[in-house]
């Protein structure tokens, strides 16, 4: 088994994603919670090796296992049941459910399937499910098919959950 490699741009990339997630989040004095499944917890990496990434990152949920996802998040297993671990319907319920356990403000949730195998023709390899979410009740969603192998459609789907951060806290700004 061989291992794609990021090479250090990529990697300055996603630390600079996150830096500019932490200074936002702390312009705000909120906090973020992580909820993931596909990326086993690379978004708590990346926000993690942030200098100072304390005062803004509360926690991380990897809820790899559909069991974890009831256990750690409260994910209902009917809804499990009904719509699959990689769905909207359980984006939304972990990210709820990190909320709800955490002291942060903010949280996304990340489920999907990074392959290369487990997809089907519904969910292909590739299917990766976002939400972000507000205490205040502010929710987006977004489900995307990144293309490659298996690091590069994680790497992608970390890159897009810092950048719906981003994009959630510049609509707070305009709720506010």
């Not at 909120?30 to 990434?53: D, F, R």
Request: with cysteine.
């Amino acid at each position: 088994m061989t291992r794609e490699t990021l090479d250090f741009d990529d990697d300055q990339a996603l630390l600079d994603l996150a830096a500019r997630v932490g200074e936002s989040l702390t312009q705000r004095g909120w906090m973020l919670v992580t909820a993931e499944s596909c990326t086993g917890g690379w978004v708590g990496q990346a926000v993690t090796a942030v200098a100072g990434s304390s005062i803004w990152y509360d926690r991380g949920f990897i809820t790899y296992s559909n069991r974890s996802k009831c256990e750690m998040l409260g994910v209902q297993p009917a809804l499990l049941d009904q719509f699959g671990a990689v769905s909207p319907q359980t984006a939304q319920a972990m990210v709820a459910g990190a909320l709800t356990r955490s002291h942060a403000q903010v949280g996304l949730s990340i489920t999907g399937i990074a392959g290369p195998d487990g997809g089907t023709a519904e969910k292909p390899v590739g299917m990766v499910c976002f939400v972000w979410a507000s205490k205040e009740g502010l929710v987006q969603q977004e489900t995307r098919h990144f293309k490659g192998s298996r690091e590069s459609i994680r790497h992608s789907a970390v890159t897009t959950a810092l950048r719906g951060v981003l994009h959630l806290l510049d609509n707070a700004i305009v709720m506010a």
